[in-house]
């Protein structure tokens, strides 16, 4: 048994969970549990705990994007060197490389879709080593980090049959 690969797999099924309830999950004691999240937490593999929310349902107007960035490096410059830049931005949610037919993902947030395509056009765009931006507003989610959403919803379409 891996305790620190179970122990993180319950965290991210709910992090809410009790200290006791993931020991009696992973037959640790509760001294151990703690431990381990402690161990995890200290070594960075476990950086924050943080609520699923669909935006749909709040009252709050919220707009997200994702984003594809090409680059183009030169001796001096590093992929890292350039995800500081745009990781600094409170907008920016979410930042990986990747690969495929773009180097970078990022997903930004903002109050609109105005805000969202000014960010883009008035701050990473004009990043020197950013070639090309590709920006995909989301229009509805259904799943977020495991979570379903279409639960809930109601399929307002009408019925066909044959």
């Not at 402690?38 to 984003?67: C, I, K, M, S, T």
């Not at 920016?92 to 960010?119: C, I, K």
Request: glycine share 6%; no cysteine; charged share 30%.
């Amino acid at each position: 048994m891996d305790a620190q690969r179970d122990v993180l797999e319950l965290l991210l099924d709910d992090a809410r969970q009790s200290t006791a309830d993931i020991a009696r999950q992973t037959g640790l004691t509760e001294a151990e549990a703690e431990e381990t999240i402690d161990e995890l937490e200290a070594a960075g593999v476990v950086h924050g705990y943080q609520a699923v929310v669909d935006w749909a349902n709040a009252d709050a107007e919220r707009v997200e994007a994702h984003v594809e960035l090409n680059v183009e490096l030169d001796r001096e410059t590093k992929y890292d060197d350039i995800a500081g830049r745009i990781a600094n931005h409170p907008e920016v949610e979410t930042l990986r490389l990747v690969s495929g037919d773009y180097d970078f993902s990022a997903v930004v947030v903002g109050d609109s879709m105005r805000d969202v395509s000014g960010f883009v056009a008035d701050q990473i765009a004009p990043i020197p080593e950013v070639t090309q931006t590709v920006t995909h507003f989301v229009m509805d989610t259904y799943k977020d980090r495991g979570v379903d959403f279409g639960e809930d919803r109601d399929d307002d379409r009408l019925s066909v049959s044959p």
